[in-house]
């Protein structure tokens, strides 16, 4: 008989007969499924067949390793829980502009410049934080802004005029 070919379960020279029968020492290891070990009597040496589809082989075909079996499905995913981040009011650019004209122009004598200049941004910081409340504060600096930059532009008119 051929070395390369394993003889066939429906061969003449050999039939199968479960491991069992066999007094030949068995491999360690588990056979993969549907396989089982039958003595060749006429080479004195053991081959292969599976039975569901009536292959046979020379090499002993093992069962998988537990890390090539399927694995579980993994868990399902965490549900994403939105989180409101709060918004921390910033103090308005507009509103602390106003206050800053104002200061500038009552110490340095240009209110007549600096107070209108201040008035508009005053005006323009409550507007920006009359609209977007959660967002903006300094109302109190563009109050200020406004007051200071008023009573400062009338000062300088009252000086320019008399």
Known sequence: ????????ATSVVATPVPVSVVTSTVVPGELASGWMEVKDPGLDRSYYYNSNTGESVWERPTAAPAYFQKLPPPPPAPVLQSTVIPI???T??????????????????TGLILGPVAIGLGVAG???INRNP??????CQAYTGIT????????CIILITY
């Open 1 to 8: 008989m051929n070395e390369a070919n394993p003889p066939f």
């Open 88 to 90: 921390v009011p910033v």
């Open 92 to 109: 308005s650019v507009k509103a602390t502009a106003s206050m800053i004209c104002s200061i500038i122009g009552t110490c340095t004598g």
């Open 126 to 128: 409550i507007r920006e």
């Open 134 to 139: 959660d967002r903006y504060k300094g109302a």
């Open 148 to 155: 200071l930059g008023a009573i400062t532009t009338i000062a």
